[in-house]
């Protein structure tokens, strides 16, 4: 087998280092961008208003329905059509997977909303609560401790899934690691590293989630 780590090692590593970061960072931006979408298309999902519910429910199954990448074209190269003027990269990179994550945190809310007693809403509006009141003070502050660890999964699998971003040049860790390949002609040691790299990543993250569940359960 002739592998040749030394192309990686110091000089490309930082470079990967860099990319992980920029994962990490479009990651962090678009589970806050999913979480306030998510929050509404989930309530919405739950409404008795018919429209709010149809438009909702739609939403989340087209996210849901269609592939990531497609949904990523769309926004970068296809809305430039629609618009009249360019999306900036990093902006369409956020945005699509920001509402991409948008389509699966509101059914994490929906659940999250179902498994609050009913009794609760029963006991917010016996106080004289609206339902929003309600929703706002007593169902979402529960619901929410429910939502954590799921939320915390659909974390990790953005992260992973922002290595579709590649495909816009989007300067992420995949991307560098497909730099580092054209440049070196040795595609096994780079994707090899990053491989190593995004299962640190997700190990990690997936030790902090499951602290936080644990803390959870104890609060319980």
Known sequence: ????????????????????????????????????????????????????????????????????????MIIYSGLPQLLGFN???????????GINSGGYVAEIVRGGILAVDKGQMEAAKSLGMS????????????????MIP????????LLKNSSLLMAIGMSELTRRAQIVASVTYRPFEPYLTIAAIYLIMTTIFSKVLGYIEWRLRASD
């Open 150 to 157: 799921p939320l915390g999964n659909e974390f990790i699998t």
């Open 87 to 97: 999306i900036p990269k990093y902006t369409a990179a956020v945005a699509s997977l």
């Open 131 to 146: 339902y929003f009141q309600a929703m706002r003070y007593i169902i979402l502050p529960q619901a929410f401790k429910k």
């Open 1 to 72: 087998m002739n592998l040749d780590f030394t192309i990686i090692i110091p000089s490309k590593l930082g470079f990967f280092l860099e990319g992980a970061l920029v994962s990490i960072q479009l990651t962090a931006l678009a589970v806050l961008i999913g979480i306030v979408i998510g929050v509404i298309m989930g309530m919405g999902k739950l409404s008795r208003n018919a429209v709010i519910n149809a438009v909702c429910s739609a939403y989340v199954e087209i996210i849901r329905g269609t592939p990531m990448l497609v949904q990523i």
